[in-house]
DNA sequence: GATGAATGAGCATTCATTCAT
DNA sequence: CATGAATGAATGCTCATTCAT
């Protein structure tokens, strides 16, 4: 497996730095092979091209983002105690690689739609964990049970997702992460005043 | 005044297609030129570089979209009837034109940071007629008072622009109009049973 | 007669500013034309091409100079003072007016082989006055009689050219005039000691 | 060192033909590779762009000339026979290399000022050996000790220069090596009869 | 004669990928 | 496994010239 070798996540982590101190369109790979340390063909032992790179950073660091929300929401008692975490750790994650919200949020939007489709895959499981909560509070009757899944996830997604862009392209100037508490409120409880 | 010129709005019709055909990165000038009939040397009687091609694309369909709901919004009686209906607008718009809905969604978000900024300027009075909304609503005591315009504001736009996404990647293969009621809906009313 | 028009020579005057400002490269035949305060078809009018219009800056203003320098040799007494009177002239009227100076010495030579030959032929009347002088000068005995011409008018007028191209790059900064009499004694007396 | 590499050789030899053959401005840097037996894009692993071809060109074959010439007066006695030297040697290696001579007498002075700025400088050592010469010679006193060395100098230069390339123009027609006595003779003597 | 909008050929340079060592 | 020199396809833009008005 390519992956537990030391190589591999050297170019990894090369990249993620690259792309985001120079952009997606100036990340050459001979730029990432110089960082990573390696030689320039060496990057072709462990990736079959250059948008393998980017699939793989991409993969790596969601996996992670994915894996470490997913144990922590699993201690909730409720959906809405779920939800909570969910925005503030999708929030904090980014907060503290900022590195990782650079590459996420601007540079790897830049890539040609179908790079974006492999991209979307690896969101898949995260769009899930958004979904089975939304389901979960619906049974708990926390929820509206009325509720179109497909559209809210794309409600809580598309909030969280303009609203970390919208603090990277501010240059990261405010806390990201205690907008949380707002945000979820927004979220289930609406604009209607009771 | 360049744009009331017919070549202008030749090349700017005819780049909206080829980028939504061959997309942005296969768009050479020279396949704009031949599609909107003209020579390659013409482009730059009217635009001072490719990238000033596409936010002048962005430019034109945008001020039309904005146009067009600010206008429409006006009639309306409340901030809860004008944010149904510049969702209704948001969506019927973008469903009538696909070739601007996938320039607008996919393509143009390949763009560099710096383009990213002018286009942001571009959505910028798009934002704030969201804005005006919202503050609306809070003064007709419609919305809670408390709100945090900016976050609603990112809720809101997060929420269409995702969903809008969705649908031109799922090759719109459903009614994105027909979301209008239930989009409005979750926005107001929030996730909680009451 | 074209060459009587006004334009014709408003173009001409504007082509040797021009090309004096911004370099024989820089100097498209547009930025000849809003000088000459006409339109740029209108050029075609008077000049074949672009080129026509170098080589026709160079014959106006080298006739002028070839008949200035013939005109004043003619009431000098013998060959000596004709080459005197030659080297004077030669320096002063390019010094009295530098874009000339900066055109013929830098940015004219940037032209291609064959622009070259023409400016050449343009050059001959020149070259056959100071033959004629070397000529006379060995008749008059004043000059040693085993002269070669060609080899002479090599060295007369390599000597005036190498003088003036230095004397333009070093940005005109010494008083070029002044040279004439050592320049005379150099070419009459050569370098030994007697 | 790069320029101990053949490819960086065979560039310079393959850019010095192309030049000598379609002249400057029809030398396209995909022209150079191909007679070099090269790729296009391996030009640039040894030159940051096409003028630093040219200026290179220059460099290395200006040094080796000047080289030889400086070897060659060494052994020489005096400041006469240094200079005579200096002419023979001067006319032999371009007559020897024409491709040479139509590069270094017509193609490069097609150049921008800014390029012909270095050439300037690559060219000073040259005329660093001419000033030599002329001091040289007046401490034996076998020249005259009131010269002005940058007028003898451009007197020494200029003649050469104008000589070898009226020779090129007459596209070589006549011996240009047989001309260096009379050249020489002129130098010394000058025009005047004794 | 005069205009100036339109034309379209032409070219330096980059950079992902390969492969001999 | 690792290297890095070499490859060569691909394209935005300029500007001399034309010609309908």
Redesign the pocket.
Known sequence: M?KN?P?YNQIIEAAVEVIAENGY??????KIAKKAG????????YFK???DILISVFEEKMGQFIAHITEAIENKNNADEKLFELIKLHFRQLSEDHHLAIVTQLELRQSNPSLRLQINNVLKPYLNVIDSIIKEGMQEEIFRNSLNVRLVRQMIFGTLDETVTNWVMKDRKYNLVEQATEVHTLLTEGLHSK
Chains 1, 2, 3, 4 share one sequence.
């Open positions: 390519k070798k190589k369109h100036a990340s050459q790979v001979s390696v030689a320039d063909g060496t990057i072709y032992l091209n250059k948008e």
